[in-house]
T-cell receptor, first 111, second 116 residues
Framework: GQQLNQSPQSMFIQEGEDVSMNCTSS?????WLWYKQEPGEGPVLLIA?????ELTSNGRLTAQFGITRKDSFLNISASIPSDVGIYFC???????????FGQGTTLQVKP | EPEVTQTPSHQVTQMGQEVILRCVPISNHLYFYWYRQILGQKVEFLVS????????KSEIFDDQFSVERPDGSNFTLKIRSTKLEDSAMYFC??????????????FGEGSRLTVL
């Protein structure tokens, strides 16, 4: 079945540093999404990407949809303590709302 | 800002008992979902629901599971006879007119189910 693989599994960085995380798939996705989950909360959509090659920003976050439609990266610039959480990439495997999630990248930011 | 609300936030039950998890999706949304997340693992799709019927369900969503929209606002997940492996965080989600195809789902805060 379709799988999304995220790297790295976890990151521990200093406040102010930039962060980059990746997501790859063995199959093509037509939409790529990045969600963030904070402790005790549900996932919250950060960025949605719809076109291969698309580069989209949301504040300090930038994400790109790979040309092959099999990968994406998410960058966070000038990290702050509230960036702490688990970042999931996800893609719809059908048009019924079934999302395939990656296993997540856990980000910890040291003030 | 509109949000998806879920109750209870935490439920502890004995194996074999029935559990009902409740959700109030965002009011003008048309598509509703349940996902679950076993502790420390990724979020997994259970079921999608549109126009008062199931659109798609995963292999996890067996005969022990059912969903219902009993009125215009609530969306429920019932587990008939809970098993130890049903222990997880259950997330309700909804999406608007764009439907599930966009992947732009709004998730609730989750209901933690602990089966003893």
């Amino acid at each position: 079945g379709q799988q999304l693989n995220q790297s790295p599994q976890s990151m521990f960085i200093q406040e102010g540093e930039d962060v980059s995380m990746n997501c790859t798939s063995s199959s093509i996705f037509n939409t790529w999404l990045w969600y963030k989950q904070e402790p005790g909360e549900g996932p919250v959509l950060l960025i949605a990407l719809y076109k291969a090659g698309e580069l989209t920003s949301n504040g300090r976050l930038t994400a790109q949809f790979g040309i092959t439609r099999k990968d994406s990266f998410l960058n966070i610039s000038a990290s702050i303590p509230s960036d702490v959480g688990i970042y999931f990439c996800a893609g719809p495997s059908s048009n019924t709302g079934k999302l395939i999630f990656g296993q997540g990248t856990t980000l910890q930011v040291k003030p | 800002e509109p949000e998806v609300t879920q109750t209870p936030s935490h439920q502890v039950t004995q194996m074999g008992q029935e559990v009902i998890l409740r959700c109030v999706p965002i009011s003008n949304h048309l598509y509703f979902y349940w996902y679950r997340q076993i502790l420390g693992q990724k979020v997994e799709f259970l079921v999608s629901f549109y126009n008062n019927e199931i659109s798609e369900k995963s292999e996890i969503f067996d005969d022990q599971f059912s969903v219902e929209r009993p009125d215009g606002s609530n969306f429920t997940l019932k587990i008939r006879s809970t098993k130890l492996e049903d222990s997880a965080m259950y997330f309700c989600a909804s999406s608007g007119a764009g439907g599930g195809g966009t992947g732009e789902l709004f998730f609730g805060e989750g209901s933690r189910l602990t089966v003893l």
